[in-house]
Nanobody, 115 residues
Framework: QVQLVESGGGLVQPGESLRLSCAPSRSIFSIETMGWYRQAPGKQPEMVAETKRYGSRRYAESVEGRFAISRDNVKNTLYLEMNSLKLEDTAVYLC?????????WGQGTQVTVSS
């Protein structure tokens, strides 16, 4: 089993930046796939960004060029750097990890972009 603890959400204005963190309860290097989903009210959940253990990354088209996902093996933490935030980025952001064909989820962190 893997526990995921997220942090870093908050209230920001359009154009500002935030960094989300996700700390797994086991070595991040042992986790093949990690990423972030988001859930906005009234919308379908959306995969935002994903990274594989050996470095490949993919992004939702809506965040490409603005968001960056990364792993820090020393700090054992997954990050989502979010720049040029837009009103439509408002959502609960959930970290996930795929281990041995099981997906684990964090509790979610709220990101609100408002003027």
């Amino acid at each position: 089993q893997v526990q995921l603890v997220e942090s870093g959400g908050g209230l920001v204005q359009p154009g500002e930046s935030l960094r989300l963190s996700c700390a797994p309860s086991r070595s991040i290097f042992s986790i093949e796939t990690m990423g972030w989903y988001r859930q906005a009210p009234g919308k379908q959940p959306e995969m935002v960004a994903e990274t594989k253990r050996y470095g490949s990354r993919r992004y939702a088209e809506s965040v490409e060029g603005r968001f960056a996902i990364s792993r820090d093996n020393v700090k054992n933490t997954l990050y989502l750097e979010m720049n040029s935030l837009k009103l439509e980025d408002t959502a609960v952001y959930l970290c996930y990890a795929e281990v041995e064909r099981t997906t684990y989820w964090g509790q979610g962190t709220q990101v609100t972009v408002s003027s």
